[in-house]
């Protein structure tokens, strides 16, 4: 969670959803991923984690910044 706040000051990008669900926002996407390459966005958010960054984004980052799903259980 920490990581993902940092991303965000970073790059500007007002909410994780928007990292984690870029294909929702269609007028910003292409800045989106911009900004995710230009600060390598993968390692950023796997720092301090012993874990792989695709494991880290797939079941941490997707599950749980998606607003529609995420029950908090």
Same mark, same amino acid.
């Given at each position: 969670? !920490?990581?993902?706040?940092?991303?965000?000051? +970073?790059?500007? %990008?007002?909410?994780?959803? *928007? +990292?984690?669900?870029? $294909? &929702?926002? *269609?007028? @910003? %996407?292409?800045? %989106? $991923?911009?900004? *995710?390459?230009?600060? !390598?966005?993968? @390692? &950023? %958010?796997? @720092?301090?984690?012993? #874990?792989?960054?695709?494991?880290?984004?797939? !079941?941490?980052?997707? *599950?749980?910044?998606?607003?529609? !799903?995420?029950? #908090? #259980?």
């Amino acid at each position: 969670m !920490r990581n993902v706040n940092d991303f965000l000051a +970073l790059t500007g %990008i007002e909410n994780a959803a *928007k +990292l984690f669900h870029t $294909q &929702r926002y *269609k007028d @910003e %996407i292409t800045d %989106i $991923q911009k900004l *995710k390459s230009h600060h !390598r966005f993968p @390692e &950023r %958010i796997a @720092e301090g984690i012993p #874990r792989p960054w695709h494991k880290i984004y797939s !079941r941490g980052g997707r *599950k749980m910044f998606d607003g529609s !799903r995420y029950k #908090r #259980r």
